[in-house]
């Protein structure tokens, strides 16, 4: 399906970014696994290098434009071009009333989580380009269509994703660049471990989730490769919920 292309992941050292990595591989894939976590990154490429696919590991922190760019960079240095990418990576951040929230927190969770999806496309649709055209799959979330008490940064993070997504495929995709969001429901990854180690919390998480369970991280990676491949060729400007039903209460 991917045969040859290469394929860029951010947040790659764990969770949907791994799974993400390991699907593209799968289907042929050279993928670049990025991540400020070295070690875990580290570790998923040799995942990739196990099941016989190709993959290197490059740290970037998508807060930090720069990075952003030398990311890219490095991809085109070590693969030759750039056909696909996923502007996974993002954190949780505090969890607070608007009136009560931190400052920083507001700062760390806008700059990662939405200014990171800006930077990577960025620097990454001028890559694609030069090649006739592209896919980028940026995660948004289930709150990038609802709210959610105590988390105001992450919900407008996310609402911005999609609208970034929305923007930048009117721009682009008439040159051959297909822009698509995925909207995750609550996903068992290492962002809501601490959530799920409380019984209550947990299940409330279950309960409002009418599937009656949360997601697997490979049920997300799923639909990213689809959405970056040319099985989805008409397919751009799109949010993907991907929640067991959660937005459809």
């Known amino acids: 399906m991917l045969k040859d292309k290469v394929a860029l992941i951010t947040g790659g050292s764990s ?8 699907a593209w591989a799968r289907e042929g894939a ?12 580290e570790e998923t490429v040799g995942q990739v290098r196990t099941a016989g696919g190709e993959a290197i590991f490059i740290a970037a922190d998508v807060g930090k434009p720069e990075e952003c760019e030398a990311l890219v960079r490095g991809a085109v ?23 009560d929230y931190p400052l920083d927190g507001w700062a760390q969770v806008i ?15 001028p890559a694609m380009l030069k090649n006739g055209g592209g896919a980028i799959i940026n995660m ?3 709150l990038g269509a609802v ?28 040159q051959g ?5 995925v909207g995750p429901g609550f996903i068992h990854t290492p962002m809501i471990s601490a959530l799920e180690d409380n019984k209550a919390v947990n299940d409330m998480l279950v309960a409002a989730h009418p599937i009656g369970r949360l997601g697997r991280a490979e049920e997300v990676a799923e639909l990213v490769l689809w959405l970056s491949s040319e099985k989805a060729s008409f397919v751009t400007g799109a949010y993907y919920p991907v929640d067991g039903g959660y937005i459809a209460r």
């Open 140 to 142: 948004a979330s289930i």
């Open 177 to 181: 660049v297909r822009i698509n969001a």
């Open 111 to 125: 700059g990662i989580n939405l200014s990171g999806v800006f930077y990577g496309m960025k620097y990454q649709l």
């Open 147 to 174: 709210g959610f008490a105590g988390a105001p940064a992450y919900a407008a993070a996310k609402h911005g994703v999609v609208g970034l997504t929305q923007t930048a495929a009117l721009e682009y995709s008439a």
């Open 15 to 22: 969770g949907i970014g791994r799974a993400v990595a390991l």
């Open 77 to 99: 240095e070590k693969f030759g071009r750039l056909d696909i990418a996923c502007n996974n990576a993002g954190i949780g951040g505090p969890q607070a009333p608007t009136a």
């Open 30 to 41: 050279k993928v670049v696994v990025s991540d400020v976590d070295r070690g875990g990154g």
